[in-house]
């Protein structure tokens, strides 16, 4: 593993608290993700089930995790199959777990080889009432292809047709929106590598260097502090680009006088950062690329400041929808008694603000939890107001990622310039 041990304690408890969940008698079952396969024998990095994860610690592929509280056997009531290690395996593959590392890492202590899941699993089902099953149930998760969950899900229930199916997933979306301190200190070290590549950005970006090349620097920082590289793909979009929310083809040169926008964030320890910044190329704002990077920051401030314990995200979003109203009149984008007019229904400031301002960030970028919960401590959300303009080919958006506490919230980007004299300080400071 490229990051520091994390305390086996965070997932012995998220197990606790799971656990906590069940009725009686019930049998869960996570399964890893698949090692995808691109074309020949290529596949993709490996990227462990986020579920698995936060219940196990397991960063590898082909392990499956057992948790039946009611066990008549206690060295069933928690089981960790894995991927058989060896000599050979060791010299040909690398390193996988042995079972000593793996009882370390996870708490778990009754670790077995793949191979005994399916002598084992007869015995689990004869107890079992209720089987709990995974499922990729993100709101807007869109999955063509089978996950390793899913095929053992039909294998399962064709096999044992009469136990009650139930789901796994909102427990864990239940879980999973708080963070705990463990889950907090990696996040804020995936928000400080995240802080390294800005800072060599505001010295590297100028007239000239293609958006690809920012790309590559911003890789190059995540990777050498440990990183396994960024948690999303980075945007790296300079002018008009930005007015294209999701542009990742990063393939043009940064012009003199463009404002250059870039959304991106490293993984630490599977944990997200997600920042977004807009910088000006040559280093100085104009004064219309200031009003609006300006305008974008107070609505950035304003909705911070909603991000406390006990607000809802609707309220929130219509409380920031109306302050961005006041914003966009003021930069002569839209008119006051349109606005007074405007079908409620269809606010005309998404005209310049299209997309929602915060989601839940962690083990995922867009990361799982009821969207309609109130607000809480430990939740984290981002921030993230923008204001794009096609016909002046100016897109600003500005993110922060903020952790609700007992006594408001934190940004765990405080730390990264924001404010415009800091970038062109630190800018001019750097050519
Ligand atoms: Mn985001």
Not at 148 to 165: M, S
Not at 187 to 215: H, Q, S, W
Request: aromatic share 10%; with cysteine; charged share 25%.
């Amino acid at each position: 593993m490229r990051y520091g041990s994390i305390s086996p304690d965070l997932f012995i408890q998220n197990r606790r608290r799971f656990t906590q969940q069940l009725p009686p008698a019930s049998l869960a079952i996570f399964q890893s993700n698949d090692i995808m396969p691109t074309n020949a024998d290529g596949t993709m990095a490996f990227r462990q089930n986020s579920d698995l994860f936060y219940l196990s610690g397991v960063d590898q592929e082909e392990s499956i995790l057992v948790i039946f509280p009611d066990a008549a056997l206690p060295q069933y009531r928690e089981i960790l199959f894995l991927k058989e290690t060896s000599e050979h395996i060791l010299v040909w593959e690398g390193y996988k777990l042995t079972k000593e590392q793996a009882r370390e890492q996870t708490g778990v202590r009754t670790i077995m080889w793949l191979e005994s899941f399916k002598t084992v699993l007869p015995a689990l089902m004869n107890e079992a009432e209720n089987v709990y099953l995974n499922s990729n149930e993100h709101i807007r998760a869109v999955v063509e292809v089978e996950t390793r969950d899913a095929r053992f899900g039909k294998w399962l229930r064709e096999a044992y047709p009469l136990h009650q199916y139930r789901r796994a997933a909102p427990i864990l979306h239940h879980l999973r929106a708080i963070k705990s301190d463990e889950e907090i200190r990696l996040m804020r070290r995936a928000c400080d590598i995240t802080d390294k590549a800005f800072r060599r950005l505001l010295g590297f970006v100028k007239p000239g260097v293609m958006e690809y090349e920012i790309e590559a620097e911003i890789s190059h920082e995540f990777l050498r502090n440990a990183s396994r590289g960024p948690a999303y793909g980075s945007i790296i979009a300079s002018g008009a680009n930005a007015c294209i929310l999701h542009y990742v083809s990063n393939d043009r040169e940064c012009k003199d006088g463009d404002v250059l926008l870039m959304d991106f964030g490293a993984e630490y320890a599977n944990y997200a950062a997600d920042l977004s910044r807009s910088i000006p190329v040559n280093g100085k704002f104009t004064k219309r690329q200031r009003d609006v990077y300006e305008a974008v920051l107070r609505v950035m401030k304003f909705a911070t400041g909603k991000l406390i314990a006990g607000n809802q995200i609707e309220e929130y979003h219509a409380a920031v929808g109306s302050f961005m109203e006041q914003e966009l009149i003021k930069l002569d984008l839209l008119n006051e008694s349109d606005v007074r007019n405007q079908d409620p229904a269809a606010p005309l400031y998404k005209k310049y603000f299209m997309h929602g301002t915060s989601h839940y960030l962690g083990l995922d970028v867009h990361d799982v939890g009821a969207k309609y919960r109130v607000f809480e401590p430990g939740m984290v959300y981002t921030c993230e107001p923008g204001i794009y303009i096609r016909e002046e080919g100016l897109g600003v958006r500005l993110e922060n990622d903020i952790l609700i506490t007992n006594s408001g919230n934190e940004d765990l980007m405080k730390n990264i310039p924001l404010e415009v004299d800091d970038i062109e300080r630190l800018m001019q400071a750097n050519r």
